[in-house]
C-alpha cells in the first residue's frame, strides 16, 4: 500500500455445507435501483454486483474477476468503484488482502451500496469516498450451515472466529474502539457518508460524486433479484429460493440447453401476491 499499513486479513478454510447470503434489506433496496458503472477508465475496477457467484447472471464480482482485472493495470494507481449488496465473505477478504497487496494508490469511490462483504472489500484503500446518498453497511458474518446440532455447535465457534476477522479490518482501517466496532456489527449498522466518516469507514464525501441509472437491459434480471429479496426476507435459504425460482423460470437438461417448461402458475401468483404483501 502506498499511503497506509494494513494488516493483511486472515483467511479460512469454508465450512462443509456452508451457504453465503446477502443481507436481504439491502439486496431489495440495491436491486430496486439499479447503477450503471460511471467510470470505463483502464485503471478502474467497478464492483456493480453481489460479492461471489451470482446465478442470475453467471457473475458477480469475484476473487478471479479483480485478480485478472489488476494484472491488466499493473503497478499504476487503481480506482475501485462499489454499489454491491454483499455477499460471500470468503470472496471478500479475497478481494481485500489484494487490494491491500497492490503496489500502488487504491481509491475507493462508494457509488451506492457498500454492504456486508462489499464494506470489507473497501478497507483496503488507501482513501475512501462516498457520494451523496450513499451508504455503507456492516453486520456480523452472515450465512447458513447445514447440519446437526453438533454442527450447529462448531459452526457458532466458526462464526466467533469470522467477525473477530471482520472487526479485525474494520478496526485497523477506522481506528475505532474494539467494543464500539462490535457494537455496530452487532446492530447491523447503516452508515451514511457523514456518519461513515466521523466513524472512520470513509474519508470524505464527494457530491459530485454519482452513478446514473443502469438501463434496462438487465431489467428481467433485476426483476428475479427483486423477487429473490422478497422471499429472502421471509427466511426462505438461498438454495431453496434459487430452486423455486428455476423452477418459475424453466429447467436446463443434463447437456445444459434451455429447455422451455410450463411456468407454475401458482408460484408465480404466490410470489406476487408476497411482494405486495411486504410492500404494504
Not at 144 to 155: C, F, I, K, L, Y
Not at 176 to 189: S, V
Not at 251 to 271: C, K, N, P, S, Y
Request: hydrophobic fraction near 45%; charged fraction near 25%.
Amino acid at each position: 500500500m502506498s499511503l497506509r499499513t494494513l494488516p493483511k486479513a486472515r483467511t479460512f478454510e469454508r465450512p462443509q455445507n456452508f451457504q453465503w447470503d446477502a443481507p436481504s434489506d439491502v439486496l431489495a433496496r440495491w436491486a430496486e435501483n439499479p447503477l450503471a458503472a460511471a467510470d470505463d477508465n483502464a485503471n478502474t475496477i467497478s464492483i456493480f454486483d453481489v460479492i461471489g457467484e451470482d446465478w442470475w447472471t453467471g457473475g458477480g464480482f469475484t476473487a478471479k474477476r479483480c485478480a485478472a482485472a489488476l494484472r491488466v493495470i499493473g503497478n499504476n494507481d487503481v480506482t475501485v468503484q462499489i454499489n454491491s449488496p454483499g455477499g460471500d465473505m470468503f470472496e471478500g477478504i479475497a478481494i481485500y488482502n489484494m487490494l491491500r497487496d497492490h503496489p500502488a494508490k487504491v481509491t475507493v469511490q462508494i457509488m451506492g451500496w457498500a454492504a456486508s462483504a462489499a464494506s470489507i472489500i473497501a478497507m483496503a484503500a488507501d482513501e475512501i469516498v462516498m457520494g451523496l446518498g450513499t451508504f455503507v453497511m456492516v453486520h456480523n458474518a452472515w450465512g447458513v450451515v447445514v447440519g446437526n446440532r453438533h454442527d450447529m455447535r462448531e459452526s457458532a465457534t466458526i462464526f466467533d472466529g469470522f467477525d473477530s476477522a471482520i472487526a479485525d479490518i474494520y478496526e485497523a482501517r477506522t481506528g475505532m474502539e474494539r467494543k464500539a466496532i462490535e457494537k455496530l456489527m452487532d446492530a447491523e449498522t447503516f452508515m451514511g457518508p457523514s456518519e461513515a466518516v466521523k466513524n472512520g469507514f470513509a474519508d470524505r464525501v464527494d457530491d459530485g460524486l454519482k452513478a446514473e441509472p443502469s438501463n434496462s437491459s438487465h431489467s428481467e434480471i433485476n426483476a428475479r433479484r427483486r423477487l429473490d429479496a422478497c422471499l429472502a426476507r421471509t427466511g426462505v435459504p438461498r438454495s431453496e429460493r434459487r430452486r423455486m425460482l428455476q423452477q418459475a423460470a424453466g429447467t436446463h437438461d443434463a447437456a445444459g440447453e434451455t429447455t422451455t417448461v410450463t411456468q407454475d402458475a401458482g408460484l408465480i401468483a404466490a410470489a406476487k401476491q408476497l411482494i405486495e404483501s411486504i410492500r404494504t
